[in-house]
Antibody, heavy 119, light 107 residues
């Protein structure tokens, strides 16, 4: 069974870039879409974007100007960069796999990592 | 971008049936998926496609759709079903959206 694990700094300063990596184990990153979702404390889920293992991407229009998602198939990892962060970007960030057959649902999730934006 | 609307909170008596709904125009073209989230835990996929359950999800949980409304039904609710439930769908551009979530209380 595939497992996902987020890693990266838990504290980021305002105006800086938030960078997270998701390591996939128990399966290959190939032939799937991989996504990022976030959840501000006490609030709902927000889709950030996803990437196909080949490198094609799709981003939330509200975040598109600040988001970059990349993939490293040799390491079975994919990454999130979110630039020019503010306090409103404070959230638990989840990485997830999208189900087979297309980017329609998220069938496996990481445990999530809390990122706080503060000086 | 797509928008999905859910009731913020729903309650059900133990052993009874409850329906959680999700409304949005994209649901006329694409199926909703449903996620259960318990406090301090990551979301878990419970329904996808027309009415598919991942391995390990009890068959008392089911999904359906009509027009612009998708529904998650729990038949014979158990204490362990108390959680937040989120719907999700995509649009023609491949953009996803989550509903605001429904907090289910089992009385």
């Amino acid at each position: 069974q595939v497992q996902l694990q987020e890693s990266g700094p838990g504290l980021v300063e305002p105006s800086e870039t938030l960078s997270l990596t998701c390591t996939v184990s128990g399966g290959s990153i190939s032939s799937y879409y991989w996504g990022w979702i976030r959840q501000p404390p006490g609030k709902g889920l927000e889709w950030i974007g996803y990437i196909y293992y080949s490198g094609s991407t799709n981003y939330n229009p509200s975040l598109k100007s600040r988001v970059t998602i990349s993939v490293d198939t040799s390491k079975n990892q994919f990454s999130l960069n979110l630039s020019s962060v503010t306090a409103t970007d404070t959230a638990v960030y989840y990485c997830a796999r999208l189900g087979a057959g297309g980017p329609s649902y998220f069938d496996s999730w990481g445990q999530g990592t809390l990122v706080t934006v503060s000086s | 971008s797509s928008e999905l609307t859910q009731d913020p909170a729903v309650s059900v008596a133990l052993g009874q049936t409850v329906r959680i709904t999700c409304q949005g125009d994209t649901l006329r073209s694409y199926y909703a998926s449903w996620y259960q989230q318990k406090p301090g835990q990551a979301p878990v996929l419970v329904i996808y496609g027309q009415n598919n359950r991942p391995s390990g999800i009890p068959d008392r949980i089911s999904g359906s759709s009509s027009g612009s409304t998708a529904s998650l039904t729990i038949t014979g609710a158990q204490a362990e079903d108390e959680a937040d439930y989120y719907c999700n769908s995509r649009d023609t551009s491949g953009n996803h959206a989550f509903g605001g979530g429904t907090k289910l209380t089992v009385l």
